[in-house]
Nanobody
Framework: VQLQASGGGLVQAGGSLRLSCAASGRTFSTYAMAWFRQAPGKEREFVAA????????YYADSAKGRFTISRDNAKNTVYLQMNSLKPEDTAVYYC??????????????????WGQGTQVTVSS
């Protein structure tokens, strides 16, 4: 399984970005798909996820109301639409996949596969 993240960049506060994560293999039919982020000097933190079935979505409190996770099964791609961006959203964003049970989707150690990360920088 390979994950390829893209779409990061530099944006002003209040702006928007859409991240993409293209997955190879049968990930969509088998695995939970998630986005995490890691800022310098901080631990990797959960942002948003789809359950293994794809029928449920989960968000960190910091992402609720501003970020939306979506998917295109035909393209094996997961997206993260980020609106109303804030400087504190600055981080490297990673997509992840794995056979993660619903109660553990927020835990990065549960994920088996990771993309290479894409940098998001929000200027004030």
């Amino acid at each position: 399984v390979q994950l390829q993240a893209s779409g990061g960049g530099l944006v002003q506060a209040g702006g928007s970005l859409r991240l993409s994560c293209a997955a190879s293999g049968r990930t969509f039919s088998t695995y939970a798909m998630a986005w995490f982020r890691q800022a310098p000097g901080k631990e990797r933190e959960f942002v948003a996820a789809f359950s293994r079935s794809g029928s449920s979505t989960y968000y960190a409190d910091s992402a609720k109301g501003r970020f939306t996770i979506s998917r295109d099964n035909a393209k094996n791609t997961v997206y993260l639409q980020m609106n109303s961006l804030k400087p504190e959203d600055t981080a490297v964003y990673y997509c992840a996949a794995g056979p993660v049970i619903t109660s553990r989707v927020r835990n990065p150690s549960e994920y088996r596969y990771w993309g290479q990360g894409t940098q998001v920088t929000v200027s004030s």
